[in-house]
């Protein structure tokens, strides 16, 4: 008897050491770490607008902003430049990167450049003097200075007349034809955008009118040459934007957008009765629902074309319909101040009040 109540003692041992040894086995394998996407470990710091987003190519963004200088986003952090740091102004316009991978920046006031250790300043501020000044254009080097090629990067030259032209090598100023009957001292053509097109082209957006240069001849779209009377609706272009399909877009602070197609041109914004009735086509306030103060514009790989606006927020056009995307879709701000889809195609909207989002077809993501 006490030799079978020994050997149940045994086997229910055994049977709870396996149990035990099971479970810890068990415990093991769940304790095991997953694969998660690492979350964000710092956050953007700028309260002023997103003038420009730029994945750089080793997938790094960058931002600018209108008042903060610029940021970089590695994917954990931020690191910031100022012009304590070389730039030429704390107020960014766009970013690009030459083939080198050196990053260069178009501030309200000049154009720096930073190789991944500093920042460079390439034109002389009030404040500074540069080692790198541009060259100042003279009459005998006007024509070889605007031979172009596809690799240029151009930039805006703050209230000057003319672009910047980085051809690799050096950073050229380069000035614009003058123009019948407006004084070339005042500012109305210093550039406000920027895009390069098909067919060799590219096109300079300014207060008063649009150049177009194929690197031989400018074309020239103004009042005069659209039939617009300057008092009623006078141009403010603030941005300009070249399509897949060659169609040219060019967006106003005041009477919304023009549109280009081969030789023809019209308001694109009245045409789709995105114009207010009571407008006074100029820089007032305009109420939702409305296309007239476009600061960007954009297309996805999709060929929808985007546009951010002053007062109205987000429009998408897809060929067909407009859809409009403001405050009412989780937005914080309705005026929009850049556009941009990235290497994974996603697309990004830096705010007026500092905030960026992503779109991802159906809702926006506010990512800082």
């Avoid at 701000?333 to 007026?352: P, Q, R, T």
Wanted: charged fraction near 25%.
């Amino acid at each position: 008897m006490n030799r079978k109540i020994k050997l149940i003692l045994l086997v229910f041992v055994l049977s709870l050491n396996f149990s035990c040894t099971e479970n810890k086995s068990i415990e093991k394998v769940k304790s095991e770490p997953e694969l998660v996407v690492t979350p964000k470990t710092d956050t953007l710091k700028f309260t002023s607008g997103i003038r420009a987003i730029f994945q750089d190519s080793k997938g790094n963004y960058w931002f600018g902003s209108l008042q903060e200088g610029v940021a970089v986003y590695d994917g954990k952090s931020f690191s910031y430049f100022t012009r304590n740091d070389g730039l030429s102004d704390d107020q960014t316009h766009s970013i690009q990167e030459d083939k080198k991978g050196i990053i260069w920046f178009e501030t309200q006031t000049g154009v720096s450049s930073y190789d991944g250790t500093k920042v460079t300043n390439h034109t002389k501020t009030k404040n500074e003097n540069s080692q790198n000044i541009f060259p100042i254009q003279s009459n005998d080097d006007k024509v070889s200075k605007w031979m172009k090629s596809d690799n240029d990067l151009w930039f805006e030259a703050g209230n000057n007349p003319g672009v910047y032209r980085y051809d690799g090598q050096q950073l050229h100023y380069l000035a614009f034809p003058p123009q019948k009957n407006l004084d070339p001292k005042n500012n109305l053509f210093a550039v406000t955008d920027i895009s390069k097109g098909k067919n060799n082209m590219i096109w300079f957006a300014t207060y008063t009118g649009v150049l177009g240069y194929n690197g031989s001849d400018f074309t020239i779209i103004n009042n005069e040459t659209l039939g617009l009377d300057r008092k009623i609706e006078p141009l403010h272009i603030r941005s300009i934007f070249e399509d897949s399909k060659g169609r040219l877009w060019i967006g106003n602070n005041g009477i919304g957008v023009l549109l280009k197609e081969g030789e023809s041109i019209i308001n694109f914004s009245k045409k789709h009765n995105l114009i207010h009735p009571n407008s006074k086509r100029n820089g007032e306030k305009s109420p939702e629902g409305t296309l007239e103060h476009v600061f960007v514009i954009a297309e996805d790989h999709k060929g929808n074309i985007w546009f951010g606006d002053r007062d109205a927020g987000i429009w998408k056009f897809d060929g067909k319909q407009l859809q409009n995307y403001t405050q009412k879709d989780g937005l914080t701000n309705d005026f929009v101040l850049s556009i941009y889809e990235d290497h994974n195609k996603e697309l990004w909207f830096g705010m007026a009040d500092g905030k960026i989002y992503k779109f991802d077809g159906k809702v926006f993501e506010k990512q800082f």
